[in-house]
């Protein structure tokens, strides 16, 4: 059972485009959903996380939206650039007092010149 | 700045044999993890530990072996190597207590069973 649902695989944007990666959760007992970031060779590193008492968060370019009722959350990146060429996951954990992740599948994204 | 550090970088294995992963963090993270990366799977939670000598199950344990006897230190065995186990993996570790979601990720050892 995948608790974590992430789409699309892969993605293509132009520079300066909006790219945007979808999850879909089922476990309700989620309370934290960060986003990482994994360049080719490199081990995942934090990008960005949200908690469902707000409905979106904001740090620079990236924008996570949550729909507590949906069990969605989504990632956007605005003005795409070359540089945010990577795999990203989608995570989920529960309230347990350590960071034991459900990881999505990841979406590789390139971003054209 | 060490953070956490995974050896050896690549490994190639032949069906049957044993090897040890190493994975060292310097940031006193009393969690640490083991992950495995497969392309289209994501990252699968394969054992993990809250501090030493304490270590638990995660998604798909079957032909792995932890043990923590300090906090630094998280070795991953592989008692007879399979085919199947061909993939990347990565340590992680981070803070027990608030749920912060932040894990601290190692580069990763890629291991080729033959």
């Known amino acids: 059972q995948q608790q974590v649902k992430q789409s699309p695989q892969s993605l293509i944007v132009q520079k300066g485009g909006i790219s945007i990666i979808n999850c879909a959760y089922e476990?309700?007992?989620?309370?934290?959903f960060p986003w990482y970031q994994q360049f080719p060779g490199k081990g995942p590193a934090l990008l960005i996380a949200i908690r469902p008492d707000v409905s979106e968060k904001k740090e620079g370019r990236f924008t996570i939206s949550f729909n507590k009722s949906a069990k969605q959350f989504s990632l956007h990146i605005m003005d795409s650039q070359p540089g945010d060429s990577a795999t990203y996951f989608c995570a989920a954990s529960k309230g347990s007092g350590y960071s034991t992740l459900t990881f999505g599948k990841g979406t590789m994204l390139l971003v054209s010149p | 700045n060490a953070g956490v550090t995974q050896t050896p970088k690549f490994q190639v294995l032949k069906t049957g044999q044993s090897m040890t992963l190493q994975c060292a963090q310097d940031m006193n993270h009393e969690y640490m993890s083991w992950y495995r990366q497969d392309p289209g799977m994501g990252l699968r939670l394969i054992h993990y530990s809250v501090g030493a000598g304490i270590t638990d199950q995660g998604e798909v344990p079957n032909g792995y072996n932890v043990s923590r006897s300090t906090t630094e230190d998280f070795p991953l065995r592989l008692l007879s190597a399979a085919p199947s186990q061909t993939s990347v993996y990565f340590c992680?570790?981070?803070?027990?207590?608030?749920?912060?979601?932040?894990?601290?990720f190692g580069e990763g050892s890629r291991l080729t069973v033959l």
């Open positions: 476990n309700t007992a989620f309370d934290y």
């Open positions: 992680a570790s981070s803070y027990v207590g608030a749920n912060t979601g932040e894990l601290f």
